[in-house]
């Protein structure tokens, strides 16, 4: 038996049992999962947890699952200490948490390793969700893994060659012809006509859950501590949400001593509409149209928008946007330095650091973690004039002419 | 019969008209407020739209061509 409880409404309190629902039918706002953490406390050390499985499911007991894991082999992933890119950025304990290397290369394999496998649970024999990269990977791989139907919806206007990652799982693979909107809208009604696990739709609560275990596991690979700053990238918004509650929760157990941390958004400035808020000072998330080159973080509408926002100020934190060029600039940067090649999300979020250190919102003494959550192979035709080789003729004569280097 | 949950977004211009009211005449619809603020400059609502796929269909495009946003109460399902 996990210690899920109900689903409450952050907004009205209204609870409701453990089911495949989002929305709180009575103010609509979105539902989370609730928890016995007294019974989770006396159960849990950090013992148990270190003697765990190596990968996202040694957190099992802070989940909401009953049955058997659908595990493609997510997380515990590499957390490396930054000094070359700390050096040029000035941090001296500047942290990387790279969730490129999860099985389908996102942090999304955290989600849907809960939500399908709750999608199990709830007897569905279908899973679907609507998604042009990451999220369409990691669903059909996971649906792969647990013999289960995937339909993937994607808008008419991606370019099939964005679609390898994620046919090559053999998800059935639905190109509607319209426009974002109109997949969004068809979605909706989809769920309420189907009895299908929608992985970011009904399911969204247990989704949400796996997103924390990314937390978790900085705190862990902290030796049980909270960093002093979290920069991480939003879209819906969700994952931040999940970072603090992480965080919060090993608090609330007793794994660690304090939360102190200053939680940062990262957004691209061509989709911001959660740091547009927090700029204005407003509690109100306006919608927007996105244009950017970082598709994966592209939500004009965030789901999970104003708790981030609230989490952001509530902590003495910040939301930074930073441009397209500068996005680039920061993938270039953290390969270049670290070693880490990652996806515009991920140079958003570098983008943010160097901004935030820069400004001396982020002080060099604090310890900062920088959430890397996606790679960059899937997404490389950003960079097509990184490519610049130096020709050389087939003689060492030549290689040692063109390289100026004489032996 | 359908539902659609929606939020309305009202420009500085529009707050202080009878949108929600005329929606539920002009078409065959039944408005459900769930949450709402609107100030003097700008506002928006939840609401839950319930009628003929057709009707919420219809009111919604005669609301957007106000000037008014309208998205889905949910968020943007799309994800990159
Ligand atoms: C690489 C990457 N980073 C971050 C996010 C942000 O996710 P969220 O919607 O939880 O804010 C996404 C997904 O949308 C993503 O693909
Ligand atoms: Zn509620």
């Known amino acids: ?407 | 019969m359908g539902k659609r949950q929606v939020m309305f977004t009202f420009p500085e211009s529009l707050t202080k008209e009878p949108t929600i009211y005329d929606i539920g005449h002009r078409f065959k619809v039944v408005t459900n407020i769930r949450r709402a603020d609107v100030t003097e400059s700008r506002g928006w609502v939840v609401l839950e739209l319930e009628g003929e796929e057709q009707d919420i269909e219809q009111g919604i495009a005669w609301v957007a061509s106000k000037g008014i946003r309208v998205d889905p109460v949910m968020g943007d399902v799309v994800e990159g």
């Not at chain 1, 426009?179 to 969004?184: G, K, L, P, Q, R």
């Open chain 1, 1 to 407: 038996m996990s210690y899920a409880r109900t689903l409450r409404c952050r907004k009205c309190g209204q609870e409701y049992p453990l089911q495949p629902l989002n929305l709180c039918e009575s103010c609509l706002s979105p539902l989370e999962v609730s928890y016995d953490y007294k019974a989770m406390a006396k159960e849990l050390s950090r013992e148990k947890i270190a003697g765990g499985p190596t990968g996202m499911w040694r957190y099992r007991d802070m989940l909401p699952v009953e049955g058997e894991e659908v595990d493609i082999g997510t997380g515990f992933t590499p957390f490396v200490k930054a000094d070359n890119l700390g050096g040029e950025l000035g941090l001296d304990h500047l942290y990387i948490k790279n969730d490129c290397l999860n099985p389908t290369y996102s942090f999304k394999d955290r989600a849907v390793s809960v939500a399908v496998t709750k999608a199990l649970e709830f007897g569905f024999d279908t899973v679907a969700c609507a998604s042009t990269g990451n999220l369409a990977a990691s669903v059909a791989a996971h649906a792969a893994k647990a013999n289960m139907r995937a339909y993937v919806f994607v808008p008419s206007v991606v370019e099939p060659g964005n679609l390898v990652g994620t046919a090559v799982y053999n998800p059935v693979l639905v190109k509607v012809d319209g426009n974002y909107d109109a997949v969004n809208r068809l979605c909706a009604e989809v769920v309420r006509a189907h009895n299908w696990g929608f992985i970011n739709i009904n399911l969204r609560p247990y989704y949400a859950e796996g997103s924390k275990t990314i937390g978790l596991e900085v705190a862990e690979q902290l030796g049980w501590r909270a960093p002093d700053c979290v920069v991480a990238p939003a879209a819906s918004g969700l994952l931040f949400t999940r970072i603090w509650k992480g965080l919060d929760e090993l608090y609330m157990l007793g794994l660690i001593e304090s939360v102190n941390t200053h939680m940062y958004i990262a957004q691209a400035a061509g989709s911001s509409p959660i740091v547009n808020a927090f700029n204005a000072g407003s509690v109100h998330i306006h919608p927007v149209v996105p244009d950017t080159i970082a598709k994966s973080i592209a939500i004009g509408n965030p789901a999970n928008g104003y708790h981030a926002l609230m989490i952001a100020r509530q902590s003495g934190g910040g939301a930074c946007a930073v441009d397209d060029s500068e996005a680039i600039a920061g993938v270039q940067l953290l390969a270049q330095t670290e070693g880490i090649f990652t996806e515009p999300a991920g140079g958003v979020v570098i983008g943010t650091v160097k901004r935030l250190a820069a400004s001396g919102a982020i002080k060099r003494d604090e310890l900062v973690v920088a959430f890397i959550t996606g790679a960059g192979p899937r997404t490389q035709d950003i960079l097509a004039d990184v490519v610049q080789p130096v020709t050389v003729q087939p003689t060492l004569e030549s290689v040692e002419r063109v390289l100026g280097v004489i032996a």
